[in-house]
Nanobody, 116 residues
Framework: QVRLVESGGGLVQAGGSLRLSCAASGITFRASDMGWCRQPPGKQLELVAGISSGGSIRNYADFVKGRFTISRDNAKNTVYLQMDTLKPEDTAIYYC?????????WGQGTQVTVSS
């Protein structure tokens, strides 16, 4: 059974940073592309970033390019999202995804709130 546990969210001021983590189980993590998606209040789920199984290919939505960095540790079955220069419009629930090109989410997500 796939299990994704997101953590690291919180309340931060604009311009600040957060690092999200997603611990995965129930999948062959080292063979799986992974990603992060988010759902802003009142809006649909959207892809934020993705990373290939080996970590060599990364993709980002235009609205986070240059500010967010996705990475992974296959020894720990964990994928990370380093978020810098946060903006109020980054406020959302962030979910881990088992694909890097879409939103295939399984967890509860972690809330990120950016105050102005």
């Amino acid at each position: 059974q796939v299990r994704l546990v997101e953590s690291g969210g919180g309340l931060v001021q604009a311009g600040g940073s957060l690092r999200l983590s997603c611990a995965a189980s129930g999948i062959t993590f080292r063979a799986s592309d992974m990603g992060w998606c988010r759902q802003p209040p009142g809006k649909q789920l959207e892809l934020v970033a993705g990373i290939s199984s080996g970590g060599s290919i990364r993709n980002y939505a235009d609205f986070v390019k240059g500010r967010f960095t996705i990475s992974r540790d296959n020894a720990k079955n964990t994928v990370y999202l380093q978020m810098d220069t946060l903006k109020p419009e980054d406020t959302a629930i962030y979910y881990c995804s088992t694909t890097r090109r879409g939103c295939n989410t399984w967890g509860q997500g972690t809330q990120v709130t950016v105050s102005s």
